[in-house]
């Protein structure tokens, strides 16, 4: 594209071999391109975008995730390849130590490097969901204390939030997800979440602690293909039973975390998500 020349999508599209309506897709999705507008109001493509698709395309050759795959390459990078396990083991111990030493620096470190080597889901699956379960057992033997868990906490689930901005955009079926009254443990759930979305499914995100009023409210006025409620423990489903198995009148309802079991998703009437987080969003069906 010399000198910069901006191209209509029609030309834009055969020179970078991907259909329109995929480039508008990326470009609304993801925001990967940018164009300009032309006084008519036409887009107006540049060489940015055409090395963002480049890349975009490169990612995705890795079977990378669509949403994966635009977001390293916004930033100009092509996805490396998996490193496998002893990897994902260094990496863990690298955030493990960052915690420790509540060196905010090093820890964030570790979490660029993860996300640099693994595509989303995996990272989830094979470092923050072991690590963050670990973390809970070592405060549980005294191992860490409360700082450090609040330190882990804090960075991590704001890494996931930034993971999820526009999580809610696109065409797919709606998921509300909400922690019990009284739950606040939400990473779990942001990791589900971020994993759901993966698969194309828009996100509505309630968070830590929601009255199952505020979740029915929600529900008649989005109409979601499915609800999760979140709790680490039995008793927040159980203290609620009566709301939940009205909130199943309403919507179609799973529960999930530490606190659900098979019984007692039969007791309420509701669905149970009893893999972890990222195996459980691939066996969703809308």
């Not at 496998?84 to 130590?97: F, T």
């Not at 929601?210 to 680490?232: S, W, Y």
């Not at 309420?268 to 069906?285: C, M, N, Y």
């Amino acid at each position: 594209m010399a000198d910069d020349r901006r191209l209509r999508i029609g030309e834009f599209s055969r020179r970078v071999g991907v259909s329109p309506e995929l480039l508008r897709a990326w470009e609304t999705r993801y925001g990967l391109l940018r164009p300009e507008r032309s006084g008519g109001g036409l887009r107006l493509f540049s060489e940015q975008d055409e090395r963002r698709v480049g890349l975009m395309l490169e990612n995705l050759d890795t079977g990378m995730p669509a949403a994966e795959a635009a977001r390293l390459a916004i930033g100009g990078r092509i996805h490396g390849a998996n490193k496998g396990p002893r990897a994902s083991a260094e990496i863990e111990r690298a955030l493990s130590d960052g915690v420790e030493a509540l060196d905010e620096p090093m820890t964030q470190a570790a979490l660029d490097r993860l996300l640099d080597a693994f595509a989303l889901p995996q990272a989830l699956s094979e470092v923050i969901l072991p690590f963050l379960h670990r973390l809970g057992e070592r405060w549980a033997a005294t191992e860490v204390n409360v700082a450090q868990e609040h330190f882990a906490s804090n960075i991590i689930g704001g890494r996931l939030r930034t993971l999820a901005s526009g999580w809610g955009d696109g065409v797919g079926p709606r998921a509300v997800l909400a922690c019990q009254p009284g739950e606040r443990h939400d990473l779990g759930l942001l990791c589900f979440g971020l994993a759901l979305r993966e698969r194309g499914w828009r996100i509505t995100y309630l968070g830590a602690d929601t009255p199952l009023r505020d979740v029915a409210a929600v529900c008649g006025e989005l109409e979601p293909a499915i609800v999760v409620l979140c709790a680490v423990k039995p008793e927040r489903f159980r203290r609620h039973a009566e709301e939940i198995l009205g909130l199943g009148t309403q919507a179609r309802v799973a529960i999930g975390g530490a606190g659900a079991t098979r019984t007692l998703a039969g007791q309420l009437g509701v669905e149970l998500l009893e893999a972890d987080a990222v195996v459980a969003a691939s066996t969703l069906v809308p």
